[in-house]
């Protein structure tokens, strides 16, 4: 649970940092609590594919953050 609210922070401040295909997939899988396999129905993707792109956004998100410190400094 702590790891959803923390990254639903973070995307609340960098999101708009990432591709439209990431934020989609993230808001999907994070906003909508849709499953890897019903993120890759939608996208007519592979599941291994929303997988491994849900893990670049986690990285991107945190080395945003790292650098940033935007939202560490907010609370």
Known sequence: MEDLVY???LFDYY????????????KA???DN???SEIADNFMV?????SKTLKEIKDK???YEKHLN????KT
């Open 34 to 36: 849709l499953s890897l």
């Open 70 to 73: 935007l939202y560490r400094n």
């Open 46 to 50: 592979s599941r291994n594919a929303i």
């Open 61 to 63: 998100l945190d080395y």
């Open 7 to 9: 990254y639903s922070n």
């Open 15 to 26: 999101g708009s940092l990432l591709t439209k295909t990431q934020q989609d997939y993230f």
């Open 29 to 31: 899988y994070y906003f």
